[in-house]
């Protein structure tokens, strides 16, 4: 005890601070003893974590820090918060120990500022804090971070909201975990972002919020209902966004709500098909075939837009010049196609349909000539498309699938 006395307690000054801390756990007077307060425990508690970092060997700026974020003035504060986010990056351990001192509670409250300067500080503090560690993310939403997200972001600079869609990025990782989040907060920050003339990478940073939260299905009905779609589908026309927005709407098209959605949107599915041309971005390619493949499935609506939008010369296509998994998804497809006036279709095997009979008898000859006319139809298509394509694919890898797509029958079910 005589040695730690003479290497941390020595100085006057850190005997003042002590001193300090003794004041704030002395027991108060009987007439604020008997009002009742939850503070005084607070402030006990306050004591007890600063001793803690003299403990740890925190003396010094951390130990400074931490004792004006707590007691100090505004500009104290301020000075601080500056000196955290310096210390929170050298490592996690540190970030660690900070929060356990208690400064993420008065980081939050700092963020509700109306002082710009004051509340930006704050929030790259709390992006710091969070850096590799949930459990710093969980103490921010227990502390009420998501309360304090600002509702109009067209009074905020662009370096603000960058940093802001920063923070809400790093907390929406918490959606596997046992953490609720409050996305009636979160989702119309992002969305206003996305829809305001914010820079590239704040939007960047927007969608991968979206997707985040997209990877637990009971959101898919809050992110539909605030009118994601449409702007996923907008940048998913992007190149530079188009695969971030892809995986967050490949997310949703699994729940009823996402698949509605898509089902009833204009853009749908032409700027889809679009993407299955785009050579030079394979992982969009096979994201936006597996989304068509769900939208199809058991959808003879949706087969026929589809038809209609021209996408059996464009899944020829895929299914030649694709990735492994583009090509497979496209066959599939294709195969769909080619299985439409079919019958009998095994469960999950590809589209089913039914036959109705209204009005007069089905004359059979005329359905026999209709199957005639639609493979000669395709079948001219594939010519027509063959000579452009090979050009660009490999002459035996080409002429080995093109075998393969002339000569394979069979179905199998939906690669989910």
């Not at 990025?169 to 596997?176: G, P, T, Y």
């Not at 209902?225 to 940048?235: D, K, P, Q």
Request: glycine share 6%.
């Amino acid at each position: 005890m005589a040695d730690q006395s003479s290497t941390c307690f020595a100085s006057p000054k850190k005997l003042k601070f002590f001193a300090k801390i003794r004041r704030f756990s002395q027991p108060r007077s009987s007439e604020k003893q008997s009002k009742p307060c939850d503070q005084e425990p607070i402030k006990e508690n306050e004591s007890m974590m600063l001793v803690k970092v003299v403990e740890e060997g925190g003396c010094g700026v951390l130990q400074r820090s931490v004792k004006r974020l707590h007691f100090g003035s505004f500009e104290e504060k301020e000075v601080a918060v500056e000196d955290i986010i310096r210390l929170a990056k050298e490592d996690l351990s540190r970030r660690k120990l900070m929060a356990e001192l208690g400064v993420i509670p008065a980081l939050v409250s700092m963020v509700g500022s109306e002082v710009v300067t004051r509340r930006s500080l704050a929030v790259r503090a709390l992006i710091e804090l969070a850096n590799g560690t949930y459990t710093n993310k969980a103490l921010m939403v227990d502390s009420g971070i998501l309360s304090k997200l600002p509702e109009n972001i067209g009074v905020l600079e662009e370096q603000t909201r960058h940093e802001f869609a920063q923070l809400v990025l790093s907390i929406s990782s918490l959606h596997n975990s046992q953490v609720p989040i409050n996305l009636s907060k979160i989702v119309p920050l992002v969305i206003s972002i996305l829809e305001s003339d914010s820079d590239f990478e704040t939007k960047q940073l927007c969608l991968g919020t979206l997707y985040n939260l997209s990877t637990m299905l009971n959101n898919a009905g809050t992110l539909v209902s605030n009118g994601v779609i449409n702007n996923l589908l907008r940048f998913s026309s992007v190149k530079e966004t188009s695969e971030k927005a892809l995986a967050t709407l490949g997310n949703l098209v699994v729940t009823l709500m996402g698949k509605k959605a898509l089902e009833s949107n204009l853009l749908v599915p032409e700027n889809l098909i679009e993407i299955l041309t785009w050579e030079d971005k394979p992982k969009s390619q096979e994201i936006s075939v597996y989304i068509l493949m769900i939208l199809a499935h058991q959808s003879s609506m949706q087969r026929l837009k589809m038809a209609e939008a021209g996408i059996v010369h464009v899944l020829l296509q895929v299914s030649l010049l694709g990735t492994t998994l583009a090509r497979k998804r496209a066959l599939k497809l294709l195969q769909w196609f080619k299985d439409e006036r079919q019958t009998r279709m095994g469960p999950h095997s590809g589209p089913q349909t039914r036959r109705l009979s209204i009005g007069s008898p089905i004359n059979h000859n005329e359905v026999n000539e209709g199957k005639r006319l639609m493979k000669n139809m395709v079948r001219q298509s594939l010519y027509k498309n063959l000579e452009t394509i090979t050009r660009r694919a490999n002459a035996d890898e080409g002429s080995s699938k093109l075998k393969f797509l002339a000569t394979s029958s069979s179905s199998k079910s939906l690669p989910y």
